[in-house]
């Protein structure tokens, strides 16, 4: 059985620091694409930042230069780290998983919420 569990959230005050962390079991994640989402209140789910199989990133343009994504073959996990956070970062981040040639995520986590205190 496939599970994502992401953790590292919290309430964090503005131009702070989070590393969000998503550990998986049931699939290696290098074989993957993996991503980080976020959905705030009132608004669809978004893209965050993504790590390709072949370690190649991509990011949303509202987090570049802020957000760096990472992951570690050894644990099987995925990180977010998040700096000079903002109160519009404030939102449930997910993780998410999907194979490579497939355009749709076959595997989420539950979330984490991220509150950022202005």
């Known amino acids: 059985q496939v599970q994502l569990v992401e953790s590292g959230g919290g309430l964090v005050q503005v131009g702070g620091s989070l590393r969000l962390s998503c550990a998986a079991s049931g699939l290696t994640l290098s074989n993957y694409i993996t991503g980080w989402f976020r959905q705030a209140p009132g608004k669809e789910r978004e893209l965050v930042a993504r790590f390709s199989s072949t370690s190649i990133t991509y990011y949303a343009d509202s987090v570049k230069g802020r957000f760096t994504i990472s992951r570690d073959n050894a644990k099987n996990t995925v990180y977010l780290r998040m700096n000079s956070l903002k109160p519009e970062d404030t939102a449930v981040y997910f993780c998410?998983?999907?194979?490579?040639?497939?355009?749709?995520?076959?595997?989420w986590g539950q979330g984490t919420q991220v509150t950022v205190d202005s």
């Open positions: 998410a998983a999907r194979r490579v040639g497939k355009g749709t995520y076959d595997f």
